[in-house]
Antibody, heavy 122, light 107 residues
């Protein structure tokens, strides 16, 4: 069955960086686009960006430009999100999510990881 | 960016009743709107995409309608597991955006 398993919770100080992993199984990782979505406490989800596992092409939300990097390792079917220069308002649960259509960037997400809580606090 | 607003913020209903949730977009998103369900402590789950198409595994009591700027999610007869938060999300333009959610709770 399709699974996306994320790394564990992180606590970081303001100004630090965090890297979250998302290991995929149960489908052909290399032909899908993976998005990263975060959700601050009590808020709706916020799309951060996507990466094509096949080509490595990425697209990020403009508000995160310069602070976010997304990568994949197709040999281990793992996607990574790195967020730099952390601020308190980056405190959120971070999710990876698979695009609904193979080879596409439809922007609908049919499978999600379990989420990784990132807390930014001094 | 396209802003999605959802109403009501909270809907208090009893099991067996029907629920009608609304989502309005700040500009036309054609039919490129999805609905997700989120239970406490869980990731969102895709229910409906392209305004009215049920995702794999979505029960038939869930239906979506609308186009342009106004959309509706209807749950025909609430089951205990349907009490959750529901989000709409557009894929018409970048960045993809979500609404603030409607919480369906037990009356």
């Amino acid at each position: 069955q399709v699974q996306l398993v994320q790394s564990g919770a992180e606590v970081k100080k303001p100004g630090a960086s965090v890297k979250v992993s998302c290991k995929a199984s149960g489908f052909t990782f290399g032909i899908y686009t993976i998005s990263w979505v975060r959700q601050a406490p009590g808020q709706g989800p916020e799309w951060m960006g996507w990466i094509s596992a096949e080509t490595g092409k990425t697209r990020n939300a403009q508000k995160l430009q310069g602070r976010v990097s997304m990568t994949t390792d197709t040999s281990t079917s793992t996607a990574y999100l790195e967020l730099r220069s952390l601020r308190s308002d980056d405190t959120a649960v971070y999710y990876c999510a698979r695009d609904r259509v193979a080879g596409g960037t439809t922007g609908d997400f049919d499978y999600w990881g379990q989420g990784t809580l990132v807390t930014v606090s001094s | 960016e396209i802003v999605l607003t959802q109403s009501p913020a909270t809907l208090s209903l009893s099991p067996g009743e029907s629920a009608t949730l609304s989502c309005r977009a700040s500009q036309s998103v054609s039919s490129y709107l999805a609905w997700y369900q989120q239970r406490p402590g869980q990731a969102p789950r895709l229910l409906i995409y392209d305004a009215s198409k049920r995702a794999t595994g979505t029960p038939p009591r869930f239906s979506g309608s609308g186009s342009g700027t106004d959309f509706t999610l209807t749950i025909s007869s609430l089951e205990p597991e349907d009490f959750a938060v529901y989000y709409c999300q557009q894929r018409s333009d970048w960045p993809r955006t979500f609404g603030p959610g409607t919480k369906v709770d037990v009356k």
